[in-house]
């Protein structure tokens, strides 16, 4: 059986491809090649600046923009970055067309608690493409006749949810918008009444849902594939899921500013295969923002294709990842994100070297079978404290979570030497399974000093 890509409908939507070389219905098949999607990107690319340059107040009035031809595709990192905080400022604006040309507004709230938050804009043609992403990145699991769980908001017009449900009536399945619920366990009884094929949510709270519903006694929840999206995914958490309900796991990577779809991931998972048709993406050392050679741990930076409405050239994302452009198992020429490693400045710097990051922790302690969600703050002092709450899926097994938690974080290489040297103090709290956490994005909370390095 061949894998299935996304290589011939992005081959469609670039007007790509070459003609099969066997014959038969298979002679009508496009065949996307590198070497083709490297050109075309290439125009796109000398097309989108020439677009932004002259439509975008923010990019006609940038100053530093050097006066460069654009030959080839290495010639792009020798232009200035776009940043969240230009995005914030909005001063130019960034929005290229008319505001009648709008169909849809998305306000990002920030972290603080005053000032401008981000607004994108989006066109009926950008939310289309957005569509159609979804549509055949879900084909890739969700077949014809399934129902569909979207344990998203879906109740904006536009929205993430709205998308996904348009995009599962167009691959012929059912979808059914599953509200998250105020806890595991209520959405782990929507979930049974739902009956769905296919899950697709934030990774922890489908983790949590699948552990109580592992251990509460209630029917089990029959899935073939789950959807993990919006946040970042540790293995540890995605072994947990396909264990918990035997299904497979699948990924996606985007944001706002990608237009929501950015990635997803394949039968092989072997990392997220790129929208390249919207998107053309570089991984860059986050320090002196250098292009990173393939394989390379560095920040995500993305250049919008197509886009008019807010076009955005070279954002840095602030997103950790590995760009892959090594042929994929299922054939795919698509590059692809892999190794997601959290944000850049959400990391608290350890006493005696390293960084207590959320994604660290998650590896941990989404090991412990009896753990359902956690919280966890770091309080500046000598000595540092981890403040860790923790929900555990089954309250007969919570007093030996604690020992497990401080084993788990002994044995890690970065977290043990601070605890065994008395520099970081662990301290465990027990929560009910069914509390919720988190009120949006999970994030480690940080206070004194460690949040004054991350924004320093």
Same mark, same amino acid.
């Given at each position: 059986?061949?894998?299935?890509?996304?290589?011939?409908?992005?081959?469609?939507?670039?007007?790509?491809?070459?003609?099969?070389?066997?014959?038969?219905?298979?002679?009508?098949?496009?065949?996307?090649?590198?070497?083709?999607?490297?050109?075309? +990107?290439?125009?796109?690319?000398?097309?989108?600046?020439?677009?932004?340059?002259?439509?975008? *107040?923010?990019?006609?009035?940038?100053?530093?923009?050097?006066?460069?031809?654009?030959?080839?595709?290495?010639?792009?990192?020798?232009? %200035?970055?776009?940043?969240?905080?230009?995005?914030?400022?909005?001063?130019? %604006?960034?929005?290229?067309?008319? +505001?009648?040309?709008?169909?849809?507004?998305?306000?990002?709230?920030t972290s603080g608690t005053?000032?401008?938050?981000?607004?994108?804009?989006?066109?009926?043609?950008? +939310?289309?493409?957005?569509?159609?992403?979804?549509?055949?990145?879900?084909?890739?699991?969700?077949?014809?006749?399934?129902?569909?769980?979207?344990?998203?908001?879906?109740?904006?017009?536009?929205?993430?949810?709205?998308?996904?449900? =348009?995009?599962?009536?167009?691959?012929?399945?059912?979808?059914?918008?599953?509200?998250?619920?105020?806890?595991?366990?209520?959405?782990?009884?929507?979930?049974?009444?739902?009956?769905?094929?296919?899950?697709?949510?934030?990774?922890? *709270?489908?983790?949590?849902?699948?552990?109580?519903?592992?251990?509460?006694?209630?029917?089990?929840?029959?899935?073939?594939?789950?959807?993990?999206?919006?946040?970042?995914?540790?293995?540890?958490?995605?072994?947990?899921?396909?264990?918990?309900?035997?299904?497979?796991?699948?990924?996606?990577?985007?944001?706002?500013?990608?237009?929501?779809?950015?990635?997803?991931? /394949?039968?092989?998972? /072997?990392?997220?295969?790129?929208?390249?048709?919207?998107?053309?993406?570089?991984?860059?050392?986050?320090?002196?923002? @250098?292009? +990173?050679? *393939?394989?390379?741990?560095?920040?995500?930076?993305?250049? =919008?294709?197509?886009?008019?409405?807010?076009?955005?050239?070279?954002?840095?994302?602030?997103?950790?990842?590995?760009?892959?452009?090594?042929?994929?198992?299922?054939?795919?020429?698509?590059?692809?994100?892999?190794?997601?490693?959290?944000?850049?400045?959400?990391?608290?710097?350890?006493?005696?070297?390293?960084?207590?990051?959320?994604?660290?922790?998650?590896?941990?302690?989404?090991?412990?079978?009896?753990?359902?969600?956690?919280?966890?703050?770091?309080?500046?002092?000598?000595?540092?404290?981890?403040?860790?709450?923790? @929900?555990?899926?089954?309250?007969?097994?919570?007093p030996a979570v604690a020992?497990?938690?401080?084993?788990?974080?002994?044995?890690?290489?970065?977290?043990?030497?601070?605890?065994?040297?008395?520099?970081?103090?662990?301290?465990?709290?027990?929560?009910?399974?069914?509390?919720?956490?988190?009120d949006g994005k999970r994030?480690?909370?940080?206070?004194?000093?460690?949040?004054?390095?991350? /924004? /320093?």
């Amino acid at each position: 059986m061949v894998a299935a890509t996304l290589d011939r409908w992005m081959a469609e939507r670039m007007g790509l491809g070459t003609p099969s070389a066997s014959g038969g219905e298979a002679a009508e098949r496009r065949v996307l090649t590198h070497t083709a999607l490297e050109a075309w +990107q290439l125009a796109e690319l000398r097309a989108t600046i020439a677009y932004a340059r002259a439509a975008s *107040p923010f990019y006609r009035a940038r100053h530093d923009w050097p006066d460069i031809e654009i030959r080839g595709l290495e010639d792009v990192a020798r232009l %200035p970055f776009t940043r969240p905080a230009d995005l914030l400022r909005n001063d130019p %604006p960034f929005l290229a067309l008319s +505001q009648g040309a709008v169909a849809r507004v998305v306000t990002l709230a920030t972290s603080g608690t005053s000032g401008p938050a981000k607004r994108l804009h989006f066109t009926a043609e950008d +939310q289309e493409a957005t569509i159609d992403f979804f549509h055949h990145g879900m084909a890739l699991f969700a077949r014809p006749g399934d129902r569909v769980a979207i344990a998203f908001a879906g109740e904006r017009p536009g929205g993430v949810g709205d998308g996904l449900a =348009t995009a599962v009536r167009r691959l012929g399945a059912t979808p059914l918008l599953t509200p998250l619920a105020p806890g595991p366990a209520e959405f782990a009884e929507r979930l049974r009444a739902a009956k769905p094929d296919v899950v697709a949510g934030p990774p922890v *709270p489908l983790l949590a849902a699948a552990r109580v519903s592992a251990s509460d006694g209630g029917a089990p929840i029959a899935i073939r594939a789950a959807l993990l999206s919006s946040d970042h995914v540790a293995k540890s958490l995605s072994r947990a899921i396909a264990k918990a309900w035997g299904v497979e796991v699948f990924e996606h990577w985007g944001m706002t500013e990608t237009g929501y779809g950015g990635a997803v991931d /394949c039968a092989f998972h /072997c990392g997220c295969h790129l929208r390249e048709s919207e998107l053309y993406v570089e991984v860059v050392d986050p320090v002196t923002g @250098a292009r +990173q050679p *393939p394989g390379a741990l560095g920040e995500v930076v993305v250049t =919008t294709l197509r886009r008019r409405s807010v076009p955005l050239l070279r954002y840095r994302t602030g997103d950790l990842a590995r760009l892959i452009d090594a042929p994929c198992a299922c054939g795919s020429a698509l590059r692809r994100l892999a190794d997601f490693s959290g944000r850049i400045g959400a990391e608290a710097p350890l006493p005696g070297g390293g960084a207590l990051t959320l994604p660290r922790l998650d590896e941990a302690l989404f090991a412990i079978e009896a753990i359902a969600d956690f919280s966890a703050t770091v309080e500046d002092g000598a000595p540092m404290v981890l403040a860790l709450r923790v @929900a555990t899926a089954s309250p007969a097994r919570a007093p030996a979570v604690a020992a497990a938690v401080r084993s788990r974080l002994a044995a890690d290489p970065v977290v043990g030497p601070a605890l065994a040297s008395g520099a970081l103090r662990l301290d465990v709290e027990l929560a009910d399974g069914a509390a919720r956490l988190h009120d949006g994005k999970r994030r480690l909370h940080m206070s004194g000093a460690a949040a004054c390095a991350r /924004c /320093c």
